[in-house]
């Protein structure tokens, strides 16, 4: 059942023009208070920090600073707008800090709509009865799905070999790279798989570095213990969950390598760090590697399609990404781009898989074929997907997922809650996923309560994977998902909060059936 007020249809139908003028408003609307949200994060002290100086004079004096005046000029927004915005954003008690945190304004009266009130018609998933917020799989839109039930075709024939072409000339586009580059009929693990294996079964003296800082960089590791050769050294260069990476122990580790007798090294790292919405440095790490001549193997699983990857320009020797995040298919195939140095070193490799041996693919590439049956259905689903990323253009799509993110981290710390990653001045905030602590601590909401009151209002959002389960919760903005997909993860977070008094106001009660988007 849909939540919409009776007569909207009628409305839109008998008063087109006022109908747009409301749409524009609304989404004026949701812009204006974007950017309110930014300049408040941007001025105001932590919670931390404002009570830690609350005795101070210098911190009086800045809280003393913040006007709706200075707010409109930081926001470049009109007073009036900047005066509604504030009006409306402290009505849902999104901002209500007055002598908490240095607002200085008083707003009264009746504001604009509420986000409550606006009717957020999704558009990507609105035929979904759950919208999935988790990081892949994500929403499919339907012409993708659609390209999904094609008759079959013959794998060996022209109709495949220019599907195939397609897709591997779009994906080099998007990774920026010359290299070569296969699909895998298999998730990304299966392609992070074949990375390794192809590298590390051989005999000669050779060094892999696992750097790891979340429960993906840990599995290079694991997956390089099962196929080390004899001759294989594995170093792990384990940090904290959440924690950034420190390049001189990177540094160090490389340097430690150098002085054995080591004939060849492997660094791998993960890109977006999908576990802790952690986003690495590739590029610092990549200029080590290119240093000390090693193979880097970067999983851009999560970020290719999503963030800025230039695989090239990057140094990465094998980049990895999975079809089901930020290329918006469905789950089932991976992609890797391998560079001459990653050549090199295979092709001494006597003992590469068999599955997923990149010399087979590369020998199949030159006939437009994989060596086994590819998986069709989702070969054409990801060509749709390509196609549109084509239409949107990839500078469009980094834009939309970088501003998607930052509402979702601009919300929750707006509402009170805490980002998960630490940082140093080589990481940053995932661009595709937030990683959000579950304020468990104080008693005030579980996992459960958390998570489960938003899945009762149709919004799934991921848990903490191994140690971090119930410690954290997770947000995905990846694929094709639009602003109001977004907002209304927001919304039903709030709605949630509320109920669970970590947030004042009323938390809105359940019916049967309520939260559904058919
Ligand atoms: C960064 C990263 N690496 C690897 C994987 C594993 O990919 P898959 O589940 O497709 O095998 C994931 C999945 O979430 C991921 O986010």
Redesign the pocket.
């Known amino acids: 059942m849909k939540r919409r007020k009776e007569g909207y249809f009628d409305f839109e139908h008998h008063h087109p023009n006022a109908y747009l003028e409301r749409k524009r408003n609304v989404e004026q609307g949701l812009h204006a208070r974007t950017k309110i949200l930014e300049v408040l994060a941007m001025t105001a002290p932590t919670e931390a920090a404002a009570a830690a100086a609350s005795n101070s004079e210098e911190m009086r004096e800045d809280r003393t600073e913040l006007t709706i005046k200075t707010i409109s000029e930081s926001a470049a927004m009109s007073y009036s707008s900047s005066f509604h915005h504030l009006r409306l954003l402290e009505a849902e008690k999104i901002v209500k800090r007055e002598g908490k945190r240095p607002y200085k304004w008083m707003v009264t009266g009746k504001g604009q709509r509420s986000l409550d009130e606006v009717d957020l018609e999704l558009e990507v998933t609105k035929m979904e009865k759950e919208l999935l917020m988790i990081?892949?799989p994500v929403p499919v839109l339907p012409r993708i799905r659609k390209a999904m039930s094609k008759p079959m075709i013959f794998h060996r024939g022209d109709e495949f070999g220019a599907m195939y072409e397609e897709i591997v000339e779009t994906l080099k586009d998007i990774y920026q790279t010359k290299n070569d580059l296969f699909v895998l009929s298999g998730?990304?693990?299966?392609a992070?798989e074949a990375a390794i294996g192809n590298l590390v079964g051989n005999e000669t003296k050779l060094v892999c570095i696992t750097i790891a800082n979340g429960k993906?960089g840990e599995?290079f590791g694991e997956i390089a213990a099962k196929y080390k050769a004899d001759a294989v050294t594995l170093v792990n260069v384990n940090f904290e969950w959440g924690h950034p990476i420190e390049l001189e122990a990177v540094k160090e580790a490389l340097e430690n390598s150098s002085s054995s007798d080591h004939k060849s090294k492997i660094v791998t790292m993960?890109h977006?760090?999908?576990s802790t919405g952690i986003l690495n440095p590739a590029k610092e790490v990549g200029e080590l590697a290119r240093k000390h001549d090693a193979v880097f193997v970067l999983?851009c699983?999560?970020s290719i399609g999503g963030d800025k990857v230039p695989v090239d320009e990057l140094g990465a020797d094998i980049a990895i990404v999975?079809s089901?995040?930020c290329l918006g298919a469905p789950?089932g195939l991976?992609a890797l781009s391998v560079s001459k140095h990653a050549w090199e070193m295979i092709r001494e490799n006597e003992r590469r898989p068999y599955y997923t041996d990149l010399i087979a693919y590369k020998k199949s590439l030159e006939k437009k074929q994989t060596p086994y049956t590819p998986a069709l259905p989702l070969f054409f689903a990801l060509h749709e997907a390509l196609a549109v990323i084509r239409e949107e253009g990839m500078e469009n799509r980094i834009e939309r997922h970088r501003g998607l993110a930052k509402t979702v981290r601009d919300a929750v710390t707006g509402m009170g809650l805490r980002l998960f990653p630490k940082l140093n001045e080589v990481s940053d905030y995932s661009n595709t996923v937030t990683a959000i602590e579950i304020p468990a601590a104080n008693g005030n909401i579980t996992d459960e309560q958390l998570r489960g009151g938003m899945r009762k209002r149709g919004v799934i959002v991921a848990g903490g994977q191994g140690k971090l389960k119930g410690e954290i919760f997770r947000i995905a903005t990846m694929g094709n998902i639009t602003e109001k997909e977004v907002l209304k993860t927001i919304q039903v977070l709030r709605e949630v909060l509320m109920e669970n008094e970590f947030i004042e106001g009323e938390g809105e009660g359940l019916e049967e059936g309520d939260h559904n988007f058919d």
């Not at 998730?187 to 299966?190: A, D, F, K, Y």
Request: charged share 20%; hydrophobic share 20%; glycine share 14%.
């Open positions: 990081p892949g998730s990304g693990t299966c992070m993906f599995r993960v977006n760090e999908t999983d699983i999560t999975g089901q995040k789950p991976s």
